[in-house]
């Protein structure tokens, strides 16, 4: 009987030690992401939306020849912010849609009818940040100082130029870039410290893009690609970490800069539009198989989880936003009720993905 009660001990003992090897280590042993979705909208033609830390989200709605701005809180009808009329011109601007902060401050790239401007909205009123001869462009970018970023752009149509910020501290508007023709830039991300990243064109002939940071510790910048491939949509977070898009063609693959090395995050070529929170965590759009309907995916840990069905297609170039705890995503096909019952339904409403 000792020897037997022994062995149970040791077995229990044992088996205590893996338990707490799979609490400690569940990338390990294939761990499932609990997903719960919550519908938010029920408009046809919903996207681009952005989330805050506390749950609020910015998305634009176009309807005829307007492009609406709206603004969703848990449990309050949605607010109207904007309402612009289409540039017929560039109709493709309104797709980089706003942005908002964890000040329920919102931005945007609007047209003023002759140039497109930068706008502010906060506690109840709209700033026009530029009133110039330009065309201040998105992706517009905003951290929690109130600090914005955008695209002074001076290509026509409007798609690239140079990178200008506001900073709330002051009321400057600086010209980040300073390329002076050299270059082309596009594309601006913007942490809470005011370090910037963006691409920049290699030439002047816009066919290959670089990842280019600006500290704001310094007025220097560094180079963070230089491997002759095409690297877009940079993003960064308060940590100083980037990710970006590579490939000779895109969608392409998932890069991490961290601390001087890069890391490759997917390797199959079908991968876009990642963006990252402050705690290291990936999610960006994706596919396994060519052919198939896209996906989100989550990168946290080393490891690769698929969070969503495949249902979602590439009709915008920004499938949605990620705060530090909440997905939010843009999808053509929405699941009726919610990961247990893959049903499909084809609208265009914006969904919140809550990780439990």
């Known amino acids: 009987m000792l020897i037997n009660w022994q062995w149970s001990r040791t077995s229990f003992v044992a088996l205590m030690i893996f338990l707490v ?36 989200v910015a998305f634009t709605r176009v309807d005829g020849g307007t492009c609406s701005l709206y603004w969703y809180i848990d449990g309050q009808p949605l607010k109207k912010v904007r309402e612009n009329t289409y540039n017929d011109t560039n109709p493709d601007l309104l797709l980089d849609g706003p942005v908002i902060n964890n000040n329920s401050q919102i931005v945007w790239s609007g047209y003023d009818g002759s140039h497109w401007q930068i706008y502010s909205h906060q506690n109840g009123t709209t700033t026009r940040i530029t009133d110039g001869n330009h065309n201040e462009i998105g992706p517009v970018t905003l951290n929690n100082k109130g600090d914005i970023g955008w695209t002074r752009s001076t290509t026509d149509p409007p798609e690239a130029g140079e990178i200008y910020v506001y900073l709330k501290d002051g009321g400057w508007i600086v010209n980040y870039s300073h390329d002076d023709g050299t270059h082309l830039n596009k594309n601006p991300h913007m942490n809470d410290y005011g370090d910037v990243v963006w691409n920049r064109s290699q030439g002047t002939t816009p066919s290959l893009w670089e990842v280019v940071l600006c500290l704001h510790t310094s007025s220097q910048k560094k180079l963070i690609t230089n491997d002759g491939k095409d690297n877009i949509r940079p993003r960064i977070n308060n940590n100083c970490q980037i990710v970006y898009e590579s490939g000779p063609v895109h969608p392409g693959n998932i890069q991490l800069y961290s601390n001087g090395t890069t890391t490759p995050i997917t390797t199959n070529n079908n991968n876009r539009s990642p963006v990252i929170n402050n705690r290291g965590r990936i999610v960006w759009a994706g596919v396994v198989t060519p052919g198939e309907l896209e996906a989100l995916f989550l990168y946290k840990n080393g490891q690769n989880t698929r969070i969503t069905e495949y249902d979602i297609t590439s009709i915008n170039r920004s499938w949605g936003d990620v705060n530090n705890t909440t997905f939010v995503k843009k999808t053509k096909f929405g699941l009726c009720e919610g990961m247990l019952d893959p049903r499909l339904y084809r609208l265009q409403p914006l969904f919140l993905l809550d990780k439990n």
């Open 21 to 56: 090897f799979i609490l400690t280590f569940p990338h390990v042993v294939g761990a499932q992401i609990k997903i719960t979705e919550k519908q938010i909208t029920d408009n046809t033609t919903d996207r681009n939306p952005s989330i805050n830390n506390k749950g609020e």
